[in-house]
C-alpha cells in the first residue's frame, strides 16, 4: 500500500512518489502576522501538521517550510485597498514592525496550544527581501513584466498556462472588466511583483530596489522563499481553498516563467470551515481565535479533534455545540487510556483489536487522509475493549495503549500526556482553563490567573499550586 493523495492540479488522486527517493519538500503558506489567526486559519495549519506527521510516520525524511507574511500587504488580494500590517499598527497605536512581531509571538504560542509541530524552516518575507528581488529581476529579463506609476506587474497573457491549477478562464474576462479595474494594468489577472512606496509618504516598511523604493507584492514571497529551501520543484505545496484561484495561481505563473521547470509536484488544499452554518465574517463577530476557544472553558485539543473529525477536502462546520462533542468524545479516549494502564492481562482479544486499530489507520490515511475514517476505527476498539472489560476478560493494556500512543504521533491529540498528567479525571473545559491559569501565571499575569480561578471556582472546582504543579479538586460548593 502507498499514500495516495488529491492532487488539485491534475484533479485527482494519486500515488505519492517523492522527487528525491526518501526526501519530501512541504511548503505550507502560512499566516499573515497582523491579528490573531482565527480558526479558519488554524483549520489549514492543523491539516498541514497532520500531512507533515503522516509522512514522517511513513518513513519519509520531511523538511517543511512555513513562511511568516511580516511585510504589509494590501487588504484586497487584487492589489488595492489599504496595507493590513499599517492598518494593524494604526488600529494598536504601535509600528508595523512591532505587531509583525507580537503577532508572530501569538501565532507560536496557538500553535504550541495546538500541539503543531514547529517548521522545519520559518522563513520571514522581510528577512528575504533580496531573494524576492532577484527572482523580480529574473523575471523582468525573461520579458514577463511590465511597468506602471505604482508598480512591476506580471503579464498574465505572456505566460501560457496562467490559471491551470483552478481551472480558470481568463480569456473569457472582458474589456469590460479591464474598464472597470482602472489603472494601468493590462489584463485583470496581472498582479504585483513589486509596488512603490507612494510619492511624498514614508511607508513604516519599505525597501530599495532596482525599480525604487517600495514593498513586494504578497505572491513573490512564496515562490522565492520556497525555492530558496526546497529547490526550484519540490513535492508538495499545501494552502486553503481560497489560495487556488489567485495566490496559488500566481505563484505557479511566477516561478514557473522565471525558471522554466515545474514548480510543485503535489497542490494539496483544505476546504473551508463554517461557523454556525455559514461564512466567517469580521462583521458578524464569528471570527473566532484560539484565545475565544480557551475563554470559553475549551481545550485547543478539542478544537483539533473537531478538525479530524471531518476529511480535509470537506467543509467543516464548527458550533460550539461541536466543539462541545468534540472535547467529549477525545475525554472518552482518554478515559479508556486510564481503564488500559490498570489491566495488564494477555489476549489474543487484545492482539486482534491492536491490529485491525493500526490496519485500518494506515488504510484510512494512505486514501487521501481520511481522518474521519480513523476517528471512527478509534471508537470501533474502544467498544470493542469496554466488551471485553463488561464480560471481565483480560484486557492486555500495554500493548493497546501503545497501539493508540502510535497513532496520536500522527493525530497530535497529545494522548499520552493528557492520561499521564492529570490524575483527577477532569472534563475538558476544566483542563482547559488550568491550563490557561499555569500559562497567565507563568507570564506573570496574575490578574487573569485570578480571574481563571474564579472561573473555574464557577464551575466548582478548586486549584492549589503546588511544587509539582496546580492541584484541581472538585469544591464541595459551587460559588458564584
Ligand atoms: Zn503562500
Redesign the pocket.
Known amino acids: 500500500m502507498s499514500l495516495v493523495l488529491y492532487n488539485t492540479l491534475t484533479r485527482q488522486k494519486e500515488t505519492f512518489v517523492p522527487l528525491h527517493k526518501n526526501d519530501v519538500g512541504l ?1 505550507t ?2 499566516p499573515t502576522v497582523y491579528d490573531f489567526v482565527h480558526i479558519g486559519n488554524l483549520r489549514a495549519f492543523v491539516f498541514d501538521d497532520l500531512l507533515r506527521r503522516y509522512l514522517a510516520y511513513r518513513g519519509y525524511h520531511v523538511t517543511h517550510v512555513m ?1 511568516i ?1 511580516d511585510v504589509g500587504h494590501l487588504v484586497s488580494e487584487a492589489d488595492t485597498g489599504e496595507d493590513k500590517m499599517e492598518k494593524g499598527a494604526r488600529r494598536e497605536g504601535k509600528s508595523a514592525w512591532e505587531i509583525a512581531e507580537s503577532y508572530t509571538n501569538a501565532f507560536l504560542e496557538d500553535s504550541k496550544a495546538l500541539n503543531l509541530l514547529a517548521p522545519d524552516i520559518m522563513p520571514r518575507a522581510t528577512a528575504h527581501i533580496p531573494d524576492q528581488i532577484a527572482l523580480i529581476q529574473r523575471l523582468e529579463e525573461k520579458g514577463y513584466t511590465y511597468r506602471t506609476s505604482d508598480g512591476v506587474y506580471f503579464d498574465t497573457s505572456r505566460f501560457p498556462h496562467y490559471g491551470r491549477l483552478g481551472h480558470l478562464n481568463i480569456e473569457g474576462q472582458s474589456s469590460d472588466v479591464r474598464k472597470r479595474m482602472g489603472g494601468e494594468k493590462r489584463q485583470p489577472a496581472d498582479f504585483a511583483l513589486w509596488k512603490f512606496s507612494p510619492t511624498g509618504a514614508t511607508r513604516q516598511m519599505e525597501w530599495g530596489s532596482p525599480w525604487g523604493k517600495g514593498f513586494p507584492g ?2 513573490i ?2 515562490s522565492a522563499m ?1 525555492m530558496r529551501y526546497l529547490g526550484e520543484t519540490f513535492d508538495i505545496h499545501c ?1 486553503g481553498v481560497d ?1 487556488i484561484p489567485v ?2 495561481t500566481n ?1 505557479i505563473a511566477q516561478s514557473e516563467a522565471a525558471t522554466g521547470k515545474p514548480f510543485v509536484r503535489t497542490w494539496c488544499h483544505n476546504e473551508f470551515l463554517l461557523v454556525d452554518g455559514g461564512k466567517m465574517a469580521k462583521s458578524l463577530g464569528n471570527t473566532y481565535t484560539l484565545r475565544d476557544i480557551i475563554a470559553r472553558g475549551f481545550s485547543p485539543m478539542a478544537l483539533r479533534y473537531l478538525f479530524l473529525g471531518a476529511h480535509y477536502r470537506s467543509k467543516l462546520n464548527f458550533t460550539w455545540q461541536a466543539l462541545g462533542d468534540a472535547g467529549r468524545a477525545l475525554d472518552s479516549i482518554v478515559d479508556l487510556l486510564r481503564l488500559l494502564l490498570d489491566r495488564s492481562g494477555e489476549s489474543s482479544e487484545s492482539v486482534g483489536i491492536s491490529r485491525s486499530l493500526t490496519e485500518r489507520f494506515t488504510e484510512a490515511l494512505d486514501d487521501d487522509l481520511n481522518t474521519p475514517e480513523v476517528l471512527a476505527a478509534i471508537h470501533t476498539a474502544i467498544a470493542e475493549i469496554y466488551r471485553l472489560e463488561e464480560r471481565h476478560q483480560p484486557i492486555d493494556g500495554r500493548l493497546l495503549s501503545a497501539a493508540f500512543f502510535d497513532l496520536d504521533k500522527v493525530l497530535g491529540l497529545n494522548l499520552a500526556a493528557t492520561t499521564s498528567t492529570s490524575p483527577v479525571l477532569l472534563p475538558e473545559a476544566i483542563r482547559a482553563l488550568v491550563e490557561a491559569r499555569e500559562r497567565a501565571r507563568t507570564a506573570q499575569d496574575f490578574a487573569t490567573a485570578d480571574q481563571l480561578r474564579r472561573e473555574l471556582l464557577r464551575h466548582g472546582f478548586t486549584v492549589d499550586d503546588t511544587a509539582e504543579g496546580p492541584k484541581v479538586k472538585r469544591s464541595s460548593h459551587q460559588s458564584d
Do not use: A, F, Q, R
Request: aromatic share 14%.
Open positions: 511548503y503558506c502560512g513562511n507574511t504578497w505572491h514571497e512564496c520556497s494552502g489560495h495566490h496559488h505563484e
